[in-house]
């Protein structure tokens, strides 16, 4: 099966613990996308890669670092000087259908910062 | 800045027709997304927009009105598995999708 695998479902660390959260896509796709949910606010970009070995910061990259080694995967870092990380992760993987570029999403990780 | 604006909540009966109203203010527009999204889980895509006017998919439809920044979704036949958020997404002209923070539609039976 096809698709956009993010672990684990629940994290739980301790303030001032880096923290990984892992995104691999078996669909061969070449953009791959990192996204922060919180309550009553819409999905903001954290980090975006259009290729292997190149990425670009988002909107809110300031406390997070990626990686991009392999087109498959594309882990975030949640480090310490992110200052609020409790929230709702969302990694998601873009394809062309037809002449739209469309996003298609991983199931997401709820991280909670103790 | 840019901004896009949804409802918070809305609350409809099984069966009924119930419209998602989504507006928007971006620098450049280059279409519009409709993602339905169930709590806990991963948005779905729904439906796209670039030109004015409806696209039906099903029970599902989407409009867009470019002039006015102003799009809708249309939900017809409601059933108990569409109690969801559904959010309105717009790419932008750096390409970038600007997301709304989400409807919570509460289906009543």
């Known amino acids: 099966d096809g698709g956009i695998t993010q672990s684990p479902k629940y994290l739980f660390r301790k303030e001032g613990q880096n923290v990984t959260l892992s995104c691999e896509q078996n669909l061969n796709h070449d953009a791959m996308y990192w996204y922060r949910q919180d309550p009553g606010q819409g999905l903001r970009l954290i980090y975006y890669s259009q290729i292997v070995n190149d990425f670009q910061k988002g909107d809110i990259a300031e406390g997070y670092s990626v990686s991009r080694e392999k087109k498959e995967s594309f882990p975030l870092t949640v480090t310490s000087a992110q200052k609020n990380p409790t929230a709702f992760y969302l990694c998601?993987?873009?394809?062309?259908?037809?002449?739209?570029?469309?996003?298609?999403f991983g199931p997401g990780t709820r991280l909670t910062v103790l | 800045g840019q901004n896009i604006d949804q409802p918070t909540e809305m609350t409809a009966t099984e069966g009924a027709i119930v419209q998602i109203n989504c507006t928007y203010q971006t620098s450049g527009f280059n279409g519009l997304f409709w993602y339905q999204q169930h709590a806990g889980e991963a948005p779905t895509f729904l439906s796209y927009n670039v030109l004015d006017g409806l696209e039906e998919k099903g029970r599902f439809s989407s409009f867009l009105s470019r002039s006015k920044g102003y799009s809708y979704l249309l939900l017809k036949e409601l059933q108990m598995k569409d109690s969801a958020s559904y959010l309105c997404?717009?790419?932008?002209?750096?390409?970038?999708?600007?997301w709304g923070a989400g409807t919570k539609l509460i289906i009543k039976p």
């Open positions: 998601a993987s873009s394809q062309l259908a037809g002449d739209v570029w469309l996003q298609f």
């Open positions: 997404a717009v790419r932008d002209s750096n390409y970038q999708l600007i």
